[in-house]
């Protein structure tokens, strides 16, 4: 056998989209249960990353495409749209299979 060889390291990549916020999301269990190096999520059901976006200049976005039906938003004020999407984007953070997979693995 050869004698320097040296040892392979590999990187576990996880890859998900789309976590629908109102959905079980038990799939992101299964995930950590992998023990992946990385997990990156794609996708626009929820962006997971709410609090670095700037809301007042994405409140277009917002009102069309994150929330769901426009209908849902017509009428309302900025403020109430915004209260709207936390609650939306609450239901994925504060869920108890996103916080396992986060506190074991980096995630962007």
Known sequence: GCTNAKPIHSTKIAFGS???PSFNKSILSRINA???DLFIISGDA??????????KSNLGT????FIGVPSEVAGKSDEE???HWRSIWDL????EH???????TPII
Do not use: A
Request: with cysteine.
């Open 81 to 83: 749209i915004e209260e």
């Open 34 to 36: 992998r023990r992946p």
């Open 46 to 55: 929820t962006y997971l990353d709410y609090q670095r976006i700037n809301h």
């Open 92 to 95: 994925t953070v504060k869920d």
């Open 62 to 65: 917002l009102r069309g495409h």
């Open 18 to 20: 789309c976590i629908f």
């Open 98 to 104: 996103w916080l396992r997979l986060q506190e074991n």
